[in-house]
C-alpha cells in the first residue's frame, strides 16, 4: 500500500511570530516540520511495514529553500517527497492549499493519505477534508487509531464524548490527533540516506492552478489587525509555604467558596 | 441589516440542539432577516430551533450510520443551489469542520475559521483572535457567496427569541458514491463524573508542570473538592497522561468559567485561546517568567506539586 502524509514547514511555534504587511504569517526566519505533522510520518511508516510492502511519500506546500523539515520526514524513512513551491503561492488559503496538494497526490495515487488534524501555525483545520472532497475520498478526522485490513480502513475517531469506531474502504483521507503514535527519532543512517531521496519541486503550472491560488484564489481578505481588550496580570506571590492560603482566600474573594 | 438570509448549521446531543447551535442562532437573528437552521438525524428540533430564530429547518434527516461531513455537506450544497444565502455558520466541533470543510471544496467557497466574533459592517465581517488571543485579525469574503464561517463556542450567548416552532423542510442528500462510504460502527462513552468542563463553574488544569502523569490526580481532586471539572493542556493529553476530552486550548474546548486554576500550565498561545474568557483566572507555576501569570488574577510562583496538595488539604478541612 503507498501512503500520502501532508506535511508542512512552520516557523517554530515557540518562537515570537508575526505578520507581514500583507497580514501573512512571517515565514522569513528557520522553518521546521510541524510536530503534529511527526505522527501521521510514523504511523504511515508502520501501516506500510505491516501492509508488507508499499512506500511513503510525503507531499508539502510551501518554500523549497529551506526542506530541513521535510528531510527530517525522509529521514524517519519516508521514500520520497512531492514539494510546490511557488512565490505565487503565497497568500494561498485553505480551499487553495488543498487544490495544490489534491493535484500533487493525483499523481501518486496513494491507497491512503494521512495529514494532521491541523497545522499548528494557521490552525485552519479543514484542508484535510477540503481535500478529501476533491479526490472524491471518504474522510475520518480525529483518529486515535488507525488499522487497515486488505482495502478496509477502521479508526476510532474521537468524539465530544469518547470516541467512535468508523470504517470506510480505501483510498480514503485520515487525520490523525498527535499522541496516536510515538514518533521514531531519525537515525545516523536515516539521515545520511534522506540526502539521496527523490525531491521532486513542482510549480503552480506544473499542476494548472494558476487561477486558483494566491491572495485572489483565496477570495478572503483580512482587513486590519487590532490589539485585543488586555487582560490585566493580577497580583503574584512566591510560595513561602501560603500559597495554598492566599488561593483559599482567593477563591472566598469571588465567593466561589 | 444588509444580510438578508443566514442558514446556521445547527447539531443535536441527547436530544436537545447544542449550545454552540443556539449561539449561533441567537447571534444570528442580530444579523439577518432571515435565519435557516440546517440538522440532521432523527430528533424533532423544529420548536428549539424557532424559539432560538430559525424560522425553517432544513432536515437531512436520518443518515443510517454514516459519517456527517459528506451527506450533511452534499444536502446543504444541493439546497444553495436552489437559492443561497449570504453565509453559513457552523460550529467548531468534531463533525462541524467536516460539514464546513465538505461544503466549502463541494461549492468550491472559502472557509474562514476560527471564529469569535461576527459583525454587519456593509456585509460580513470576521473576527479571529491570534497570536493566543493577543491580537484580533478581521476579515471578510471578497468574492461571490455563500461563504462558510466555523465559529468558536461560547462566542455568542445563547438567547431565545420567543419564534414559534421552525418549518420543517426535507434536504435530501442524494446519491454520494465513495466519498460517503465512512460509517460508525460503534459508539463508546468515556464516562466521566461531576460537571462537563464546557459548563463548569470552576475548573482546575493541569501541564506539563506536574512532572508525570500520576500527579494528575492532584488535579482530579481539587476540581472534585471545588465542585469543578478537571482540564488538561495539550502538552499533556499528546503526552498521553490524560484524554482528549480534557484537552482546553485552541484544538481542544472552550471555557469561561467563574475560576480557572492553572496547575503547572506555562500559558501557551494554543492554551491561553480556550481559557482566556474566564471570570477569574489563578496560575501556580515555577518559572516566574511563564506567560500565564500575565493574564492571571492571582498568580503563585510555586512547585505545584506543593502548592495543590497544601490546597486540597485546606478545602477537605473546610468540607469536614
Excluded at chain 1, 55 to 61: A, D, N, R
Excluded at chain 2, 76 to 81: D, M, P, Q, S
Excluded at chain 2, 115 to 136: A, K, R, W
Aim: proline share 5%.
Amino acid at each position: 500500500m503507498n501512503v500520502v502524509v501532508c506535511v508542512k514547514q512552520i516557523p517554530d511555534p515557540a518562537a515570537p511570530q508575526s505578520l507581514d504587511a500583507s497580514y501573512n504569517l512571517n515565514r522569513s526566519g528557520k522553518l521546521i516540520l510541524d510536530e503534529a505533522d511527526t505522527y501521521g510520518v510514523e504511523m504511515a511508516l508502520q501501516l506500510v511495514d505491516q501492509a508488507g510492502g508499499g512506500e511513503v511519500t510525503v507531499v508539502s506546500m510551501g518554500s523549497a529553500a529551506d526542506l530541513a523539515g521535510v528531510r527530517n520526514a525522509l529521514a524517519m524513512g519516508a521514500a520520497k517527497a512531492i514539494i510546490v513551491s511557488d512565490e505565487a503561492l503565497r497568500g494561498t488559503d485553505a480551499l487553495g492549499t488543498a487544490k495544490v496538494l489534491a493535484a500533487a497526490i493525483r499523481r501518486v495515487n496513494p491507497g491512503l493519505v494521512l495529514a494532521a488534524t491541523e497545522s499548528s501555525d494557521g490552525y485552519t483545520g479543514t484542508t484535510p477534508v477540503q481535500l478529501a472532497e476533491l479526490l472524491a475520498m471518504p474522510s475520518i478526522t480525529f483518529a486515535k487509531s488507525v488499522t487497515v485490513t486488505g482495502d478496509t480502513l477502521s479508526v476510532a475517531r474521537q468524539t465530544e464524548a469518547g470516541y467512535d469506531e468508523v470504517t470506510a474502504p480505501l483510498p480514503a483521507v485520515v487525520t490523525v490527533t498527535a499522541g496516536v503514535v510515538e514518533p521514531r527519532y531519525a537515525s545516523f543512517k536515516g539521515i545520511m540516506a534522506a540526502k539521496s531521496k527523490p525531491v521532486e519541486i513542482l510549480s503552480v503550472a506544473d499542476l494548472g492552478l494558476a487561477d486558483q491560488v494566491g491572495p485572489a484564489g483565496a477570495r478572503q481578505q483580512i482587513i486590519d489587525v487590532v490589539t485585543a481588550e488586555a487582560r490585566q496580570a493580577g497580583e503574584k506571590f512566591v510560595d513561602d509555604g501560603d500559597g495554598a492560603t492566599k488561593i483559599v482566600a482567593f477563591l472566598e474573594s469571588i465567593k466561589v467558596l | 441589516m444588509t444580510l438578508n438570509t443566514l442558514w446556521v448549521v445547527v447539531e443535536s446531543a441527547n436530544g436537545s440542539l447544542t449550545t454552540t447551535s443556539l449561539e449561533l442562532l441567537s447571534h444570528a437573528r442580530t444579523l439577518a432577516s432571515n435565519v435557516a437552521a440546517v440538522t440532521w438525524g432523527t430528533g424533532d428540533h423544529a420548536a428549539q430551533a424557532g424559539e432560538y430564530g430559525a424560522t425553517t429547518l432544513y432536515s437531512v434527516g436520518d443518515l443510517g450510520g454514516a459519517l456527517p461531513g459528506a451527506p450533511v455537506a452534499a444536502a446543504i450544497a444541493a439546497l444553495v443551489g436552489a437559492g443561497a444565502p449570504d453565509a453559513i455558520l457552523v460550529p467548531t466541533s468534531y463533525d462541524g469542520r467536516d460539514i464546513a470543510a465538505r461544503l466549502s471544496a463541494r461549492l468550491d467557497r472559502p472557509v474562514l475559521t476560527n471564529v469569535t466574533g461576527l459583525v454587519d459592517e456593509g456585509g460580513l465581517v470576521t473576527e479571529h483572535p491570534i497570536f493566543g488571543g493577543t491580537q484580533v485579525a478581521r476579515a471578510r469574503f471578497s468574492a461571490e457567496g455563500p461563504g462558510i464561517v466555523v465559529v468558536r463556542a461560547k462566542s455568542f450567548a445563547a438567547e431565545p427569541s420567543g419564534g414559534a416552532a421552525a418549518t420543517v423542510v426535507a434536504a435530501p442528500v442524494g446519491e454520494l458514491g465513495a466519498i460517503g462510504a465512512a460509517r460508525i460502527t460503534a459508539t463508546h462513552v468515556e464516562e466521566r463524573e461531576g460537571p462537563k468542563l464546557e459548563e463548569a463553574p470552576v475548573v482546575v488544569s493541569g501541564g506539563r508542570g506536574l512532572g508525570e502523569a500520576s500527579r494528575y490526580a492532584l488535579v482530579v481532586e481539587a476540581a472534585r473538592l471545588l465542585n469543578g471539572a478537571a482540564g488538561a493542556s495539550r502538552a499533556i493529553v499528546d503526552a498521553g497522561w490524560v484524554p482528549y476530552s480534557h484537552q482546553v486550548g485552541q484544538t481542544g474546548k472552550t471555557v469561561k468559567p467563574t475560576v480557572y486554576i492553572a496547575c503547572g500550565i506555562s500559558g501557551a498561545t494554543q492554551h491561553m485561546v480556550g481559557m482566556k474568557g474566564s471570570k477569574n483566572i489563578v496560575a501556580i507555576n515555577k518559572d516566574p517568567d511563564a506567560p500565564i501569570f500575565q493574564i492571571a488574577d492571582l498568580g503563585i510562583v510555586g512547585d505545584v506539586n506543593t502548592v495543590l496538595p497544601s490546597l486540597i488539604e485546606a478545602l477537605k478541612s473546610r468540607a469536614s
